[in-house]
């Protein structure tokens, strides 16, 4: 069996605290990614984006290279989260340096003709999982994630990626309730899928709303807030246990710290535009913060990346609760010795020395 109170992700997120480590745990979004040669190797023997992410031996290998070159504390499953839509009969591939195409639905209502059983499709993920677990050091947390009902319903109204979601963001107007219906499809099909991730041995899992930031504020209650909080309820009441992080990128304070209020989960995550030390005076005292270093401090030079990565760690490196992590994936072209110093910079930071200092 797995010491899992050994695993330093795990207990910052559980509220056990840093000790006897002594310091935050660190992992970053998209470590498993194409700043590594030794994922563009398997990317290129798979071929496909979609066969990697449902093949087992590929993704668990993707899944675990990170983790052998920088040992970070946490490990997430390599997938997507458009394996949802994908799983549930809409059309899906990957153009190279395009990113995700699908077959738009023409309305929200659209979602129910789709509708179908998800597991079988997605069992291959499950595996993974397995795979991962048993690849993985004992100390290391495994993530389990899925794709935030609005974000996923970008993608599958506007068919592929488009930095405003206007043709998204007029049924937010026009008919937010009809929208906030088809959310609620994806509401149940996440929060299962979330489950099965779980029983498959994530310890934690993390929602990714990207794109919450595209919500009219006086619509974030219906259309973020609410669709992530109820996934996650139907989470806990499964697995009360496990620990839920919610990552609502471009929402602002107001909406942060709403959620900061709001129980059922159990870490929020920052992107790079939220203030550190505002978070730390307001959201911590509620939830675990993890964040938020600009993913563009990576491109630059080991010196800048260690002193921005103390800079953070002068701010938020005391707390029992928070997590070290980028405010939005690490790009394509960020060098590995950049990484090599983010993480040994967290990896050497001793909060009792910073303490008796
Ligand atoms: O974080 C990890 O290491 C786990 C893997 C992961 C991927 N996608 C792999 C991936 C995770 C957590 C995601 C989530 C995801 N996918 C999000 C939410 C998080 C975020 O970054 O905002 C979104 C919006 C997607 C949809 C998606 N998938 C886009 C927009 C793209 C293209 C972007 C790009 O970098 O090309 C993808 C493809 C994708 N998903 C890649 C990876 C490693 C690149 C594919 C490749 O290797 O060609």
């Known amino acids: 069996m797995t010491q899992s109170s050994s695993r330093l992700l795990l207990q910052v997120l559980q509220g056990k605290g840093t000790a006897p480590f002594n310091r935050p745990p660190i992992w970053m979004m998209r470590q498993a990614g194409r700043y590594l040669k030794e994922y563009r190797e398997v990317r290129a023997e798979a071929g496909d984006f979609l066969t990697l992410c449902y093949t087992p031996e ?27 839509p994908h799983a549930m009969g809409q059309k899906l591939w990957f153009v190279k340096g395009e990113g995700p195409k699908l077959e738009a639905l ?10 179908k059983d998800i597991h079988e499709k997605l069992s291959p993920i499950y595996e993974s999982l397995k795979k991962v677990r048993a690849g993985l050091p004992d100390e290391t947390t495994l993530i389990g994630f899925c794709g935030a009902p609005w974000t996923v ?47 498959a041995g994530a310890d934690v899992v993390k929602v990714f709303d990207s794109w919450a ?10 259309l973020v807030i609410e669709p992530m909080v109820n996934i996650t309820r139907k989470v806990k009441a499964q697995h ?32 790079e535009q939220t203030d550190l030390q505002w978070a730390v005076e307001n959201i911590a005292p509620h939830k675990a913060i993890q964040g938020n270093m600009d993913n563009a401090v990576l491109l630059t030079t080991p010196e800048v990346v260690r002193a921005e990565v103390t800079r953070i760690l002068n701010i938020a490196g005391h707390l029992p609760n928070f997590i070290v992590n980028l405010g939005h994936g690490v790009l394509p072209p960020t060098p590995v010795e950049n990484v090599a110093a983010f993480v040994e910079t967290v990896q050497n930071w001793d909060t009792q020395k910073e303490k008796s200092a």
């Open 58 to 84: 590929y993704a668990a290998e993707v899944t675990l290279q990170p983790i052998r070159r920088y040992n970070f504390d946490g490990s997430i499953i390599f997938a997507d989260i458009l394996v949802i």
């Open 106 to 115: 023409e309305n929200p209502a659209a979602i129910k003709e789709l509708d």
């Open 153 to 199: 319903a970008c993608y599958m109204l506007n068919g592929q990626g488009s930095k405003s979601w206007a043709e998204v963001r007029h049924h937010a107007y026009s008919d937010p309730r009809g929208l906030r219906a088809m959310l609620d499809v994806l509401v149940e099909k996440s929060a299962d899928y979330l489950c099965h991730q779980i029983e």
């Open 213 to 222: 930031g595209s919500v009219p504020p006086h619509l974030q209650d219906l």
């Open 240 to 271: 009360p246990d496990v620990p839920v992080i919610l990552f609502p990128r471009g929402v602002g304070h107001e909406t942060l710290m709403k959620l900061a209020k709001t129980e059922g989960f159990d870490c929020l995550a920052l992107d």
